[in-house]
């Protein structure tokens, strides 16, 4: 008989997506069932989730009604869309309304977004608790800051159920002041440093730390790291104090969605027996990009956040090394108003060598997957990271920093990896340009030697970035949690 969970998240590929939680939603049901655990996915009804459940003129049909969700009525929707099991909580005074999922359009943290994310999770306990008829759970999944009440309202439920967290990027904590406490009908003693109470105020991912029975994150040396005062955000003690029920499971990637002999986004596609139609992606990112045509050195990518965790600003303090080895740049993404001026700065100073496009297009990205000899991923601090295994994945050999999921999933072509024919990338000592550059050298230096980078190619695409690995942990580790407690 199968192990059924419950998991609970504020976005879902293919439906609602701001970033990597989303795709890891989206794709750990699927490599679980192979393991015969059966996921169904409680998400937000946002206005694209209805829309999307109600197209071809369709109703959705609610298997329960709340007449009050904090403030307003809110219906429990079962829905089937692309061969997930989801709920969706379509509560529309929290989630019905123009603007990002967490943002309104002018990029300002919605007011009530302790509210909204209460809301969800108090529905995630009560349907895990047995509030929706014929559905029975046997372990709910929380992901993120804003599922973290889950696990609270779950242990004061009437039934017992165990909890299992994954912390997916410990810097978002969801950290609201202490007048919401009251709104959240929880007893009075979970305000409390032993419950959610976080410097005064009520912490969501507070919460979930401490009150979840298990708690993982998306690699090993990331759960590691989160227990040090300099990647634990305040919240390091706590989670040294439970380091016996703290896993890290490394995340994969769909292989399906993600297949470069496959993708319909590319111009040429290709595989690990033959990637020379990559010439083709890369001629075509340069016809479009308006990049210098010449093939001098590398073309580099950097995909992402423009953001300070990402490393961006240490990219652009290395186009001296990109530039010194006859290498060409691209920068795709959208973040911070200062580094997306100095990006757009560095492409006006850099004609033909340099181009950006602010924002995010899916063809891009993948084109650039498809054609980019490497991808740039020089985050400060990774939990994980998908960029870097899309990368491995289409031959776009990863530069990344040794922090996180990035060195979990990348060997470092040394000397010594070369030697042995085991290196996948290029590493460099976290926030530190200097570094980055000298990786940025010494992959210009193998792009120089067909042979050389044509193995270290051949290595990447051979790494295993799927979830098959990851997925029989997590399965191990929730058919434990399902355990009769005493």
């Given amino acids: 008989m199968a192990l059924s969970v419950l998991a609970v998240a504020s976005e879902c590929v293919p ?36 829309a999307a459940l109600g197209q071809g003129g369709r109703e959705p049909r609610a ?35 123009q603007g990002g999922l967490y943002q309104d359009a002018a990029g300002t943290e919605w007011e009530d977004n302790g509210v909204r994310f209460a809301a969800l999770g108090a529905a995630a306990a009560f349907v895990a608790g047995g509030g929706l008829p014929g559905r029975k759970f046997d372990v709910l999944h929380a992901h993120d800051w804003q599922a973290g009440l889950a696990p609270a309202y779950l242990r004061f439920a009437a039934r017992r159920l165990a909890s299992l967290f994954t912390i997916h990027n410990l810097a978002f904590q969801g950290k609201f002041p202490a007048t919401l406490f009251p709104r959240l009908g929880l007893p009075a003693e979970s305000f409390a440093t032993a419950g959610l109470e976080y410097y005064g105020g009520v912490g969501f991912m507070k919460a979930a730390l401490w009150f979840a029975d298990h708690i993982s994150t998306v690699s090993p040396s990331y759960a590691a790291e989160i227990m040090t005062s300099r990647f634990g955000m305040g919240l390091d003690g706590l989670l040294r104090g439970r380091e016996q029920v703290v896993s890290g499971i490394a995340n994969g990637i769909d292989t399906d969605a993600w297949n470069p002999a496959t993708d319909g986004q590319l111009v040429a596609r290709f595989d690990a027996a033959d990637p020379t139609p990559r010439a083709a992606n890369r001629a075509a990112l340069a016809a479009e990009l308006g990049l210098d045509g010449s093939e001098q050195g590398p073309l580099f990518a950097f995909i992402g956040r423009l953001a300070w965790q990402k490393g961006i600003d240490l990219v652009l303090e290395s186009i001296p090394a990109i530039a010194g080895s006859g290498g060409r740049l691209v920068i795709l993404g959208s973040g911070e108003r200062e580094l997306e001026e100095r990006c757009r700065w560095a492409a006006g100073a850099n004609p033909g060598r340099i181009a950006v496009f602010i924002g995010y297009s899916e063809r891009l990205a993948r084109l650039l997957y498809g054609g980019a000899d490497a991808v740039l991923v020089p985050s400060r601090f990774e939990p994980c990271g998908l960029t870097q295994l899309i990368g491995l994945r289409y031959g776009a050999l990863p530069i990344v920093a040794r922090t996180g999921g990035l060195a979990d999933t990348v060997i470092d072509a040394n000397q010594a990896a070369l030697a042995a024919g085991t290196g996948t990338g290029f590493m460099a000592a976290p926030d530190d340009a200097a570094m980055l550059g000298q990786a940025i050298r010494r992959a210009a230096a193998a792009w120089r030697e067909p042979a050389t980078w044509r193995r270290l190619q051949a290595s990447a695409m051979a790494s295993d970035v799927s979830w098959r690995r990851s997925a029989g942990e997590y399965a191990r580790l929730l058919r434990g949690l399902a355990q009769p407690r005493a």
């Fill in 63 to 97: 298997a329960r009604v709340m007449r009050d969700l904090f403030g307003g009525p809110a219906r429990i929707v079962p829905a089937a869309i692309d061969g997930l099991d989801l709920l969706v909580l379509d509560a529309p005074h929290l989630f019905a309304r």
């Fill in 15 to 50: 439906l609602v997506k701001t970033g990597g939680l989303a795709d890891v939603v989206g794709a750990l049901p699927r490599a679980l069932a192979a393991h015969g655990v059966a996921v169904c996915t409680l998400i937000p009804g946002y206005t694209p989730v209805m």
